[in-house]
């Protein structure tokens, strides 16, 4: 979806509506008297100014500004999307999926089953890494091990990603087989989503920190420049094997405040920017030399209670969380109609997404009585949220705290956590070092419901907050099975169980909202991912 304003099948934009509520929830901030010099002073700076900070992307290249640059620049040290997006200008996969999440070929040519628990890759020759050595299968091999091995160099964070794989070989004639332990009837969505080729002989001669601080891979952008959480810059690899890129160098700068992100469009110094908010589209569309895009994301946004502390330990708490809040309102008021509710953890058009489960509605009393059948009934809760993981996350959290601190005998706070800190505590693979209860966005563009549930809900998942013996029995069976339909069941099966169970507060499926100089050419994906070679220049 793309084009001015586009919103999806919930609402047109409620600009007043969405600022009365922010402002609300920001409580005192802005509440000083401004001094009238100070504000004709920045009134001039900024209209004198703006015209000269934009740099012309034919000669100079762009700059995006993201909630982040990422954490890392190891594309195999990781689980965040925002890593994901600035790293896939570099780091290049086996496969891929285009525009209309089609598979295609990327530093493989060809792919197949050969067996159960066999698949193979014919491997393109004639590619360069940047550093200027020849792509080898051997190099493929080793990268597929270094994500699913944790002997292999570094315990990935991503080893689930590739689920059921347990390791890679080279065969005598050139191709890459991956091995198995179940049929996997995912694989390839699986590796069109996560898997990244990296040089064996780069990273092998270099330690883990030198790997997440320089990069050689075999995309259309090379490293110039890094600073970390500050600046990333790229320029155009004139040896790509592929199409070479319109936009001749990119930028990619970090900044977790979406006002900030706004000003920096707004005055020339952003190009594009990424999770803008709301209140801001209004102010972006007035302007003639810049544009407002957005699309539903592959995303969802939840609260996640861990199942082995008081009070979340008991189903009924957990329900009770769910018919507390007013979800549409949420929706509609906060985040002026960009969201879909969810009921599980899935989304439309997910292989597996259940049609026949609603989100629970907004029911005060019948969360009050739940609560009583729990037995937690003086019970002070905190809920935890990321500053910049998606817009309106902190606004979301505390709207939904409210609603839970109506409750009779239970209090809600929030607590609001840096992003990187919160997301170290949540895939340090200990539950117990998670908060007990917090706010995060999920994703992942496989368009399975495989993989965005087992991670977060199975015992086992590298961000789990959540165990089930019933549900763990359900995902075995599903990744075991060969048959579509009969997977298709399972997790129909799995879906119901999980929204009955309620280990998350279930909230919204995320929006993508960009603010876009009207020179640059690009239509937003529904896989969350920016490919800098996909814009052209008007």
Not at 392 to 413: F, K, P, R
Not at 424 to 442: A, R, V
Request: hydrophobic share 35%.
């Amino acid at each position: 979806m793309s084009g001015k304003l586009t919103i999806g099948r919930r609402t047109v934009l409620r600009y007043a509506g969405a600022g009365a509520v922010s402002a609300i929830l920001a409580g005192c901030v802005g509440d000083e008297e401004p001094d009238p010099n100070e504000e004709e002073d920045e009134e001039a700076e900024d209209s004198d100014g703006a015209s000269d900070e934009a740099s012309d992307p034919d000669e100079e290249g762009i700059t995006v500004v993201q909630d982040a640059i990422g954490t890392t620049l190891d594309p195999h040290a990781h689980r965040e999307a925002v890593t994901t997006r600035t790293l896939s200008q570099t780091y290049e996969g086996l496969i891929r999926r285009d525009r209309d999440a089609e598979i295609i070929a990327v530093l493989a040519t060809d792919y197949e089953r050969v067996d159960d628990e066999t698949v193979r890759f014919e491997i393109r020759e004639d590619v360069e890494f940047h550093d200027g050595s020849e792509l080898t299968p051997e190099d493929v091999a080793y990268s597929i091990r270094r994500m699913v091995d944790p002997d292999v160099g570094i315990a990935s964070p991503q080893a689930d990603q590739l689920s059921g794989v347990v390791g890679a070989e080279v065969t005598d004639d050139g191709a890459v087989d991956v091995l198995m332990d179940t049929v996997n009837p995912a694989v390839f969505s699986l590796f069109a989503a996560y898997m990244t080729v990296v040089s064996e002989e780069w990273v092998e001669s270099r330690d883990p920190d030198e790997v997440a601080t320089d990069m050689n891979g075999t995309g259309p952008y090379r490293i110039e420049e890094y600073e970390e959480d500050v600046e990333l810059s790229l320029t155009r690899f004139e040896g790509y094997w592929d199409d070479e890129p319109a936009i001749p160098a990119v930028t990619f700068q970090g900044q977790p405040e979406t006002s900030t992100r706004y000003s920096a469009l707004a005055a020339g110094e952003a190009d594009f920017i990424t999770d803008l908010h709301p209140d801001d589209a209004p102010s972006v569309e007035d302007d003639p030399e810049r544009r407002v895009d957005s699309s539903p994301a592959t995303r969802i946004v939840y609260v996640a209670m861990r199942y082995d502390v008081e009070p979340f330990d008991s189903v009924e708490f957990r329900q009770a969380m769910n018919y507390a809040i007013d979800l549409e309102a949420i929706i509609e008021s906060v985040l002026s109609g960009f969201g879909e509710p969810t009921s599980q953890p899935s989304m439309e058009g997910f292989f597996g997404f259940n049609p026949d489960l609603d989100p629970y509605p907004y029911d005060p009393d019948r969360a009050a009585e739940l609560v009583s059948e729990s037995g937690y009934t003086d019970v002070d809760i905190e809920l935890h949220t990321p500053i910049g993981d998606v817009f309106g996350d902190v606004e979301v959290a505390q709207a939904a705290a409210g609603y839970i601190d109506e409750l009779e005998g239970v209090s809600c706070e929030v607590q609001q956590r840096e992003f990187g800190s919160l997301v170290d505590e949540l895939l340090d693979g200990d539950i117990e070092t998670s908060p007990e209860m917090y706010l995060i966005s999920w994703g992942n563009a496989t368009f399975e419901t495989s993989a965005i549930a087992m991670p977060p809900l199975s015992s086992t998942g590298a961000i789990t907050s959540f165990s089930d013996e019933g549900v763990d029995d359900l995902f075995a069976q599903a990744e075991a099975e060969p048959d579509l339909d009969e997977r298709e069941e399972l997790y129909f099966e799995i879906n119901e169980r999980l929204h009955e169970l309620a280990p998350w507060v279930f909230l919204h499926q995320h929006y993508n909202i960009y603010g876009i100089d009207e020179r640059i050419e690009w239509e937003p994906r529904i896989d969350e991912q920016i490919y800098v070679r996909e814009m052209g220049l008007r």
